[in-house]
């Protein structure tokens, strides 16, 4: 490693200042990253518990919407949802977590009936079940978009803060360190130097006068 | 807080059903539409758009340029002929880039 400081006192107290900055930070940065990881962990198990139910289920569901098509024929289909009678919309904001900005999605309509968009005359009832298992699994889908972002930005925040960690732990400080050293040592040698250089001029003082 | 509506992207026979719910459908069988879906989407302040695991599949640089912004929210889902494993392989790697192993088996 190339030491290209000063042998400075004054550089040698910048650094020391720095040192000890880099040592806060570090410690910092490290206690974010386990508490972060803590949290994620708790996080990612409901994610994957969420994730498997509702895959489950939205399968089934479009297994009855299949024979449903079946039943009842593309055209019908079409006819049947092509308008839609609600929209439906969520209820959005951003909490924060160890200062990552993660999204919180809440369900607006929580009406326990399903409004069913097309008439009864002309659609099989396994529309109807497919459209209503949809409806009951809409909860589960929101909570899992809101928990997944927020797995997916808290996994980039960890990984970015473990970078910031060890870029602290395994460069600047050990940099920081060798160069506090190497100024240390050429200041004493300095030191010495001079301290030499002052017995030697004494002594030749001294021979001259006698 | 404020109201922002959903949308789902994928084939037609498998995103069909959620108009009977009020979600914005957009069908989309290739790489080009659904780039530009998840895109317009994004533009109009749409807070969550399920995806089909296929189309996902299609435009990873697309889904990775929202995944550090909290919205849109991206979200695989398994098309008609279920899943593909996509979704909880997305999971799988979140796991192993925070915590360095997978952990979860």
């Known amino acids: ?210 | 807080m404020s109201y922002k509506k959903m949308a789902v992207i994928g084939d037609k026979d498998s995103v069909m059903l959620w108009r009977a719910l009020g979600v914005e459908t957009v069908f989309a069988d290739e790489p080009g539409q659904v780039d530009r879906a998840i895109n317009r989407l994004a533009r109009e302040g749409t807070a969550v758009i399920y995806i089909t695991e296929q189309c996902a599949q299609m435009v990873p640089e697309t889904i990775r340029r929202y995944l550090t912004e909290p919205f849109p929210c991206i979200i695989p889902i398994p098309n008609k002929d279920g899943s593909r494993g996509y979704g909880v392989e997305s999971i799988r790697k979140n796991v192993e880039k925070a915590v360095g192993a997978d952990i979860l088996l």
């Open chain 1, 1 to 210: 490693m190339a030491i290209n400081v000063n042998p400075t006192r004054m550089e040698l107290s910048r650094l020391k200042r720095r040192l000890k900055m880099a040592v806060r930070g570090h410690k910092l940065l490290k206690d974010k990253t386990d508490e972060m990881v803590r949290r994620f962990v708790l996080l990612v198990r409901k994610n994957m518990q969420l994730r498997v139910e509702c895959e489950g289920a939205l399968a089934a569901a479009m297994e009855r919407f299949s024979n449903a098509r079946a039943f009842m024929g593309d055209a019908s289909i079409n006819e049947a949802l092509y308008y839609p009678v609600k929209n439906s919309e969520v209820l959005v904001g951003t909490k924060n977590i160890m200062s990552v900005y993660v999204p919180t999605i809440e369900q607006v309509q929580t009406d326990q009936e399903v409004e069913l968009p097309y008439s009864f005359a002309f659609s099989s009832s396994e529309l109807d079940g497919a459209v209503i298992d949809l409806s009951s699994l809409l909860t589960k889908l929101i909570e899992l978009a809101e928990i997944e972002k927020s797995c997916d930005m808290l996994a980039d925040e960890i990984e970015k803060t473990r970078r910031r960690v060890n870029a602290l732990e395994y460069v600047m400080i050990p940099e920081m360190e060798t160069s506090i050293r190497y100024i240390k040592m050429k200041l004493d040698e300095n030191e010495r130097g001079n301290l030499v250089r002052l017995m030697k001029v004494k002594d030749m003082l001294e021979q001259d006068r006698a």
